[in-house]
């Protein structure tokens, strides 16, 4: 299985809603990530997991808030968003060596 | 600060024909670079990675070129097909290690467009 899944697929929410993405991985990998895509534009890394522990938080706002319950499961929290933060949300996974990234097909959120 | 472009933002080629799209950077730091290919409504998807103790690297189709002196990159298509339209992102990512471990910095990418 060399498959990512993301769910939900599209998202709309207000600027007050608290909603979660969830992404899943059953290869084996320990490093999970967090990117952001606006249209035309390539992926910006967010968030990075190494050994279900947060090793890198490219300075997020706290809006965004990660979780990562076990080593096959990511979360996302969104709390409080801007319309600005529309866009195309991917995970991603890796064995130890961070280079060869595995994505899923993203979730295309609409903050309205 | 540290970047990782592309020098054309569009590519049209027929189909049959070979692609070549180009990749520069600025971090000499930069370890590994990778190539993916993202595809209308799905994430990017892994096409082939090189160290930067290689120079070449070939896949299936597709060969990866790397230049370290002018820190420049290629990825080329052989015989494109109208599946291979995409945009295509390069990606570097620095050595084992330190703070950046980990972080995979994207290229502005490229839209190929295959002809058939």
């Known amino acids: 299985d060399t498959e990512v899944t993301q769910t939900p697929k599209h998202l709309v929410m207000g600027m007050t809603n608290k909603k979660s993405l969830k992404c899943e991985q059953h290869?084996?990998?320990?490093?999970m990530y967090w990117y952001k895509q606006k249209a035309k534009k390539p992926p910006e890394l967010m968030f990075v997991y190494s050994y279900e522990k947060l090793s890198i938080n490219e300075s997020v706002p706290s809006r965004f808030s990660p979780e990562c319950p076990n080593s096959s499961l990511l979360n996302l929290h969104l709390h409080a968003l801007q319309p600005e933060d529309s866009a195309l949300y991917l995970c991603?996974?890796?064995?130890?060596?961070?280079?060869?990234?595995?994505f899923g097909p993203g979730t295309r959120l609409t903050v309205t | 600060g540290e970047s990782v472009g592309l020098h054309l933002p569009t590519l049209s080629v027929q189909e049959g024909d070979n692609s070549i799209i180009n990749c520069a950077y600025s971090n000499s730091a930069s370890d590994y670079f990778i190539w993916y290919k993202q595809e209308s409504g799905k994430g990017p998807q892994f096409i082939i990675d090189?160290?930067?103790?290689?120079d070449k690297r070939q896949g299936q189709r597709v060969t990866v070129l790397l230049n370290k002196t002018v820190k420049h990159l290629s990825l080329q298509i052989a015989a494109t097909q109208p599946g291979d339209s995409a945009v295509y992102f390069c990606a570097e990512t620095p050595n084992a290690g330190g703070t950046s471990y980990g972080k995979l910095t994207f290229g502005q990418g490229t839209i190929l467009t295959v002809h058939p």
């Open positions: 991603a996974s890796s064995q130890e060596r961070p280079r060869e990234q595995y």
């Open positions: 090189i160290r930067s103790n290689m």
């Open positions: 290869m084996g990998h320990r490093a």
